[in-house]
């Protein structure tokens, strides 16, 4: 019997061409095509710059380092998400308060964020879980009103739009995005941020490089820093990847389709929305079921892999610390 996987990243000739070029050229560490893939993402997206990184974990991380959250600072993150966006928050020092999701679907609630907000709240994260517009204009409106900075997760929303039309990942400080290997486009490893902030977008890019804008000739030492820098090994492969997106995204808005045609009328299981007529557009078909684990094990039986959806955040054993994590 044949499997169907939860996911499968396609690399093809292409790809391997591309990677070949790029190490027989000796293009093996950041440069020309790291540019390049910057600038063709930028034009993608419609903002003036994206600073390409190791993944969307240390985007995240060199974002929030660049937006001066510090140790004790207080990060609003939703508990529905991959751990990865309260990682980045605890391996700063900061402290992820969790915030709880809307009821119908897993974006952050806005009448929790207000709840949770506190004299030490430094930034917000809002996560655009599976493609989903997770109120962004409503949390950028929030940060403004009481000063606290947004970054948003976008790294399961590339190519997923607001209603006004705007992509995902593009209308705050920062929009951190992945390029793993569960990805609409992928290089095995990777990330991104986009920002239209220049100072800001200037600082990111000495801070992936240890604090310097020149690693050949550093000057004097004159901001902390740390290596976050992509190779241009793995840009070949992502420009290859990005030639594909919107062949993908429509892919992926055909399945999501056949599964919403598919399920009207099931009353024990049914998908969680998405908006595509509003621009939205994920990676994954989610499905709520009474009856979880016998629907899992029926479909493993049939061939078909399924996955569980995370465990809320605040279940980690050590963010239930009340004295370092007001959860």
Known sequence: MAKINWWQTEFTTGEAAAAAKAINEGRLSQGELVAEFEYRLGEYLGVRNVVATTSGSDALLLSLWTANVHPGDEVLVPNRTWIATAHAVSLLGAIPVFVD???DFPVISLLDLKNKMTSRTKAVIPVHFNGRDAHIDEVIEFGETHG???IEDA???LG?????GSFLGT?????CFSLSVAKVISSGQGGFIATNHDDFALQLRAMRTHGVENVTEPGEWGMLGFNFRFTDVLASIALEQLKKLELRLSRLREIYNRYEVGMRGLTNIRIIPLNLDGGEIGPYIEILGDE????VKYLTRHGIETRR???DLDTARYFQDTKENPN
């Open 155 to 157: 790294a399961q929303a």
């Open 171 to 175: 209308k705050s400080l920062a929009g």
């Open 101 to 103: 999701t809307d009821i």
């Open 309 to 311: 959806f995370y465990p």
């Open 148 to 150: 606290i900075k947004v």
């Open 292 to 295: 979880r684990e016998s629907l």
């Open 160 to 164: 997923s739009k607001d209603v006004s």
